[in-house]
């Protein structure tokens, strides 16, 4: 607990000084923010942009290496070509800068700033115009002081300068907003010719200011796409088909794999089966078991089940379910484990940290959360995959196979190298991983066939249940009375494993608990304060078995050179502070 509770203070103290840090960056002010645009247009009458900043700041000491202001260059939805022509300066001197993403850093990261320091960042941009709708214009509406600024600014200017063809397609006068984003409070405007200037009060932190002019429909043409921006736009767009494509390939993929390496097409016919597979575990048919026809987390309570069902151990219920928590399980060992299949010792072995004796006790709730554990169970699933090859011969590499998906995976590999499509690239790769999947041998056909046989047993009705067993077929695969009730109760307790491996345990544990009663018995290998549920014991496991597997800019819809504009509803923007 103590070891928590200083780590908790080492991280408090961490992040409240990296907040202070960033905090103390911006521990400073801008004087005088002036903006100078010129807005022309150029040969083929698209919009053209140059901006001229002024920034003078106050710095105390040792505290900023210099300003950081951070730039949006697009408009939108598609690039304005940003060029940074200079950073110096008030007498004209170039300033050291550094680009981090879209956030120009001046200043040297060894040297300290303070006191009266002005830059002055020159750089040109296009297409920064745009045809609203609602105004029937074209117009330049545009964040000149982005929103982001993390810094006051106690005076800031704007000065729009038009090219002498713009002063004659000019519609409106200029509207200016100031503030925070979505503020609507106006700037005082004044014009003058081909000069329009906006002038605005003291701004606090992340407030900005916005102009908008309109013009003449027509009096610039639109964005158009370079060849190499259309060839990106056509790759992107086919990326997203190719997404799709690769999607259902997936899909496809995936159910032929299973169905190559389930033998599916030889599965057929499937007689019912009524008993479980002979010499065979619960953990073992749960991996020929498809992943879709298993519960989640079911395996070990239902391995656990038939461990207890054939009396090697006990399962104790130690406080029962309740609205607010999942019932509480002990499991003690009442036979020594040795006659059983490995992978059913080693799962004994797994729950009690050794080879369990004869009386052990252990309550399952101390295996939640429990590193060890975990590690053991992770162990024994890759233990698993040898067995299932190697000991009990119910799997193999095929050639046919492997060959196939290897085809597959050339295939698709070629079309990811001619259509540059990183998508079918890691789809070819996930069809070669599967080249290497094993397929059931005979015996391991012969295995799931008798398992899908019984999981049909379980499934159907009561009534046709004891048909089945009533049959000639049934009488000779089982040997069991169907009006005994006692029979059935040791035929059903047989299958309730797997009834629990398919998530059919609710309808198998109600007609087993009927039969108790009218037998007049309880479960042997079960003791608790109420009879058995092996759904609820099948949730407890499943909870058991996962813990071991387990700066932007906004651009308006609507005009602004009209007056229904507000703050940051332009191109541009951003914002900064200091570094």
Not at 397 to 416: K, L, N, V
Not at 465 to 494: I, T, W
Not at 527 to 542: C, L
Request: charged share 20%; proline share 4%; hydrophobic share 40%.
């Amino acid at each position: 607990m103590k070891r928590f509770f200083f780590g908790m203070v080492a991280v408090i103290v961490l992040l409240v000084g990296f907040g202070s840090t960033v905090q103390a960056t911006n521990n400073f002010t801008i004087s005088k923010y002036t903006v100078d645009m010129e807005l022309g247009r150029d040969s083929e009458q698209r919009s053209t942009l140059r901006t001229k900043l002024t920034i003078t700041a106050n710095f105390p000491p040792r505290q900023n290496h210099g300003i950081a202001p951070v730039f949006v260059k697009k408009y939108n939805g598609h690039p304005t070509h940003f060029t940074l022509e200079s950073v110096t300066d008030e007498r004209g001197a170039p300033l050291e800068y550094t680009w981090h993403n879209d956030e120009l850093r001046i200043g040297n990261k060894d040297t300290y700033v303070k006191g009266k320091k002005t830059y002055v960042i020159t750089y040109t941009q296009r297409d920064v115009t745009k045809s609203y709708h609602d105004t029937g214009k074209q117009e330049f509406y545009w964040d000149a002081i982005g929103t982001n600024w993390q810094v006051p600014i106690q005076s800031a200017s704007v000065t729009l300068k038009l090219s002498p063809e713009l002063v004659a397609a000019k519609r409106t006068n200029l509207q200016c907003y100031q503030g925070r984003f979505g503020s609507n409070q106006r700037c005082e405007v004044r014009e003058q010719g081909d000069t329009l200037t906006a002038t605005a009060r003291a701004l606090p932190k992340r407030a900005g200011v916005t102009i908008a002019v309109g013009f003449a429909p027509g009096t610039f043409a639109a964005y158009q796409m370079s060849f190499m921006e259309q060839l990106i736009d056509w790759w992107a767009k086919l990326q997203l088909v190719l997404l799709a494509v690769a999607l259902i390939l997936a899909g496809v993929t995936i159910v032929a794999y299973y169905r190559s390496i389930g033998r599916r097409k030889e599965l057929e016919p499937i007689p019912p089966e009524y008993l479980p597979p002979r010499g065979t575990s619960v953990t073992t048919s749960a991996k020929l078991v498809q992943p879709f026809h298993m519960v989640k987390g079911s395996v070990m309570a239902a391995q656990m089940i038939d461990l207890a069902v054939r009396h090697y151990i006990q399962v104790i219920e130690v406080k029962p379910r309740t609205t607010w928590r999942t019932a509480e399980y002990e499991v003690k060992v009442i036979q020594a484990p040795g006659k059983l299949l490995a992978e059913e010792q080693e799962m004994l072995r797994n729950i009690f940290g050794s080879s369990p004796k004869v009386g052990k006790r252990l309550n399952l709730k101390t295996l939640r959360n429990n590193a060890r554990y975990a590690a053991r169970v992770r162990y024994s699933a890759k233990q698993m995959k040898g067995r299932l090859t190697d000991d009990y011969g119910l799997q193999a590499r095929e050639p046919q196979h492997t060959r196939r998906f290897r085809r597959y995976a050339i295939i698709i590999s070629i079309f990811a190298v001619l259509l540059l499509s990183p998508v079918l690239l890691v789809l070819a790769g996930m069809v070669f991983y599967l080249s290497f999947g094993k397929v059931l041998t005979d015996k391991g056909l012969a295995l799931r066939r008798h398992l899908a046989g019984l999981k049909r047993y379980i499934g159907v009705a009561e009534v046709e249940r004891l048909q089945m067993l009533q049959s000639p077929e049934g009488a000779e695969k089982v040997k069991v009375n169907a009006s005994d009730e006692k029979q059935l109760v040791k035929l059903y307790e047989r299958v309730l494993p797997y009834a629990v491996l398919f998530g059919q345990e609710k309808e198998w544990s109600k007609q087993l608990g009927k039969y108790y009663e009218q037998a007049g018995e309880q479960p042997d290998w079960y003791a608790g304060q109420g009879a058995f549920n092996a759904a609820v014991f099948s949730a407890g496991m499943s909870n058991l078995s996962s813990t071991a597997v387990s700066v932007s800019s906004f651009e308006s819809s609507t005009g602004g050179s009209t007056g229904g504009g507000f703050v940051g509803g332009g191109g541009g923007g951003g914002g900064g502070g200091g570094w």
